[in-house]
């Protein structure tokens, strides 16, 4: 049996009292059982001030976890927050471990992080929780394929850190305490444990009838759809260009690629478009993918929030809920920010099952086969997803 306490402080100036409300909400003398872990995500002042480190080291259990600009547990209004989830069992352990400094793509730094944290374990997990750095070498697609491969295709559920910075430069990892900028945390989980993944991207009468053929990409940069320039394939059907040529708005319309092979089709958001016309994505977007565009705004991102949290609602029996949403999801939301939180709370009131939501960089999460909707298939990284797991 696994068991999920919440807590949280909006305390970031006083550490002792912080600690101290976080200590009364969890009552952990006489609510753990034999094994815990700690999810914790934060706005970054509760770094500085102090605040993390004392409550990690006030903690009788290993805590992992990350900053953000946005989170919420059950009972929490306020904006600016630490939120922690503890998961608590008698018969599923838990394993927390950190790799070394990522200053490329280093297979082998993860492997080895990966390796020590499964030693401490000492049996095949169930499930992975990860905790990722937001890097300019490296993104979701390499952490998530690599752990895919090192792992033997573990599910691996998670989030890149952000921050309330415009350009996230004090996004941190968090691992028992200490703060982190390029390094990655993550938790293993062995035991009875069965996750089911549920997301909420964009809905069908979002997205343009029209479909492509990825015909040249590289990594992250996708150059041709049709053997046309991404930019005017962008503008045959139908979409604004300014006089450079460049596709106007072009943020508010990610890709819809669908690998292939059976799984769920997934979300690319557009960063940045280049001279050649060509699309800078959120993650990799393969040769021979087929290709459709949709547009995001803030009623479909509550809509896509509504229908992905029903559905893990109603999917079963189950203990808690952990999410991660797309900082591109709280953008969408403009002047009301809290929109998709209030959602959250109002979908989960009543129900009594502990919850946390947090503001992702990118999101870690299984996708299933499109015709199979009950077995595990394949890690995949996202961007302008809302992705759940029910543990």
Known sequence: MLKALTAYTSEIDDVE???????????????????SVGLLTCYGDFIESGV????????????AGSTTLGNVVPGATETMLLTLMVLTSDDVSFAVGLTEPFLSKDKAALRKGYESTLAKLGRRPSLIFSFVPLLMNAGGDFFVDALTEISGGVPNFGMLAVDHN??????RVICNGEAH????????????????????????????????????????????????????????IGLIADDNGMIVGINSFPFIVDYNDGTMPILRAIFAQTPEGYAVCGGDVPVGATLSVGSMNADEVIATTTEALSSALASRDFGCILMFSCVGRYFALGYEPMREIEKVRELMEGTGVPYQLTYSGGELCPVYETEKSDGFVTNRSHNNTLVVCVL
């Open 17 to 35: 009292a912080a600690v101290s409300e976080i200590l009364a909400q969890l009552d952990v003398e006489n609510r753990l059982l034999a094994n």
């Open 166 to 171: 415009s350009d996230y430069h004090e996004s």
């Open 52 to 63: 993390v480190k004392a409550l990690c080291d006030a903690l009788p259990f290993e805590v």
């Open 181 to 236: 900028r390029e390094r990655y945390a993550l938790v293993l989980l062995a035991g009875d444990v069965e996750p089911g993944f549920f997301t909420g991207s964009i809905s069908a009468e979002k997205i343009f009838r029209e479909k492509g053929v990825v015909t040249a990409s590289s990594g992250n940069q996708l150059q041709t759809v049709n053997d046309k320039p991404v930019a005017e394939y962008l503008r045959g």
